[in-house]
């Protein structure tokens, strides 16, 4: 299997452990879904090199998502950090989709 593929894999993994774990407000699974967000990142499936530029909007979208998602973690009434993490983590999904 390709290293896109292997990164896409996680993602998805990453996707569907993420929505239900803001669907149902548990930010804890939420940590099991970042295990396979940032596991490319860690294996080197991920590498900007072959793409000769650096995704400075994936980085931009996805550090902020955590950020919000760290948010949630420590304040998990906060329904605005919760949601703002979810959309802003697919934008930054969407944004690295053809890395």
């Known amino acids: 299997m390709s290293k896109k ?12 452990i993420f929505l239900p774990s803001v669907i149902i407000n548990k930010p804890i699974y939420g940590l099991i879904a970042a295990f396979f967000d940032w596991l490319p990142l860690f294996t080197g499936w991920m590498r900007f090199s072959e793409t000769k530029k650096i995704p400075y909007l994936h980085i931009t ?6 950020v919000f998602f760290i948010v949630w973690l420590f304040i998990p009434a906060s329904n605005f950090a919760r949601f703002s993490f979810i959309m802003i983590w697919f934008l930054a999904v969407l944004s690295g989709a053809d890395i």
């Open 61 to 66: 979208l996805t550090l902020v998502a955590y």
């Open 5 to 16: 593929r292997l990164t896409l894999l996680c993602v998805a993994v990453a996707g569907l």
